[in-house]
């Protein structure tokens, strides 16, 4: 993962940037934006394809927009060794929209969207039924502090200029 990391370049940070602002952007739109030619533009978003670093284009979707207000996040512990068979039965449930593997008290923990207080509740009694869930403990979310991000992470550490790659915009896009 080091490796991978340490092959991401200002242009690269550039590219993502452009396409997480203007995802339904071609090639051609992003080589104007960043000022690098096309075929380096298509062939620095294959390669970040093709790594895995851009893993979608979307479209981002707001849950409470889309009638799903409530959030919650829950803490599951389960039965000794059965990650496996956990994520086989948490896949199940449409409500859940991340789950992860966890150190300290939980072993996993989900993010949980609902239409409302009683369908989180009927949610969390079909999680409490799967057999491999010992208990479970859950928190809602009263207000988004911060939007879920990416691009400041990226932009946080100093990466190197490409090589081989013409002068192009350093400046934000706008």
């Avoid at 991978?4 to 080589?31: N, V």
């Avoid at 059965?82 to 966890?102: C, F, H, N, S």
């Amino acid at each position: 993962m080091e490796e991978l990391r340490s092959k991401l370049d200002q242009l690269d940070t550039l590219l993502i940037r452009a396409l997480s602002e203007h995802p339904r952007t071609g090639f051609l739109e992003l080589s104007r934006l960043t000022g690098v030619s096309r075929a380096t533009v298509q062939a620095r978003v294959q390669r970040l394809e093709e790594s895995g670093v851009i893993t979608g284009y979307g479209p981002d979707l707001d849950l409470p927009a889309a009638g799903y207000p409530v959030l919650a996040f829950v803490s599951l512990e389960i039965a000794q060794g059965g990650l496996d068979q956990i994520a086989d039965e948490l896949a199940r449930v449409p409500e859940i929209v991340e789950a992860y593997g966890t150190t300290g008290p939980a072993d996993v923990n989900c993010r949980v969207a609902a239409r409302s207080h009683q369908h989180l509740q009927d949610t969390l009694i079909r999680i409490s039924r799967i057999p491999a869930v010992v208990r479970s403990t859950s928190v809602i979310a009263l207000s988004q502090v911060v939007a879920p991000r990416r691009l400041p992470l990226l932009d946080s550490e100093q990466r190197p200029r490409p090589t081989r790659v013409p002068a192009y915009r350093t400046t934000p896009l706008s």
